[in-house]
């Protein structure tokens, strides 16, 4: 009985260690990813650049800054539908970012959905957020 048990310990902290050094390669090849995304980024190869963000999110669908960019190209593309996705996440896993607050109330503002943009608003101001003055400006227009 004895022998099983420390059979068990030993097996369940091997297991342990384990899992803990496969999630934090899984944290390095994510990050590898992100610092590529955000190279081409840089450059201008979007493309590139979003094949690398997706591949980080495979490996780390939680990776905030991942989704903040991907939200940034696809405004630039004006695919505002995966933009807003982008944000929506962001905010699902930090509702005080206030800076996916502003770009999703600028989504808004870009597809003429002034009521949700005046909801970011709102919340921006909540949190006192120098960012709602911009908005602000962007909604009135």
């Given at each position: 009985?004895?022998r099983c048990k420390m059979v068990s310990y030993s097996f369940l902290i091997y297991l342990l260690?384990?899992?803990?050094?496969?999630?934090?390669?899984?944290?390095?090849?994510?990050?590898?990813?992100?610092?590529?995304?955000?190279?081409?980024?840089?450059?201008?190869?979007?493309?590139?650049?979003?094949?690398?963000?997706?591949?980080?999110?495979?490996?780390?669908?939680?990776?905030?800054?991942?989704?903040?960019?991907?939200?940034?190209?696809?405004?630039?593309?004006?695919?505002?539908?995966?933009?807003?996705?982008?944000?929506?996440?962001?905010?699902?896993?930090?509702?005080?970012?206030?800076?996916?607050?502003?770009?999703?109330?600028?989504?808004?503002?870009?597809?003429?959905?002034?009521?949700?943009a005046k909801e970011e608003l709102k919340i921006l101001k909540s949190f006192g957020s120098g960012?709602?003055?911009?908005?602000?400006?962007?909604?009135?227009?």
């Amino acid at each position: 009985m004895i022998r099983c048990k420390m059979v068990s310990y030993s097996f369940l902290i091997y297991l342990l260690v384990f899992t803990s050094l496969s999630c934090a390669n899984k944290e390095q090849q994510a990050q590898k990813h992100y610092k590529r995304g955000f190279k081409f980024h840089n450059q201008g190869s979007l493309d590139q650049a979003v094949d690398e963000y997706q591949k980080a999110l495979k490996l780390n669908p939680n990776f905030v800054e991942v989704h903040m960019n991907l939200g940034a190209i696809y405004v630039d593309r004006k695919d505002y539908d995966k933009a807003t996705q982008q944000f929506k996440k962001v905010v699902e896993l930090n509702h005080y970012n206030t800076k996916a607050h502003y770009n999703l109330g600028m989504v808004y503002v870009y597809t003429g959905d002034k009521e949700k943009a005046k909801e970011e608003l709102k919340i921006l101001k909540s949190f006192g957020s120098g960012l709602a003055d911009n908005l602000e400006i962007k909604i009135a227009e």
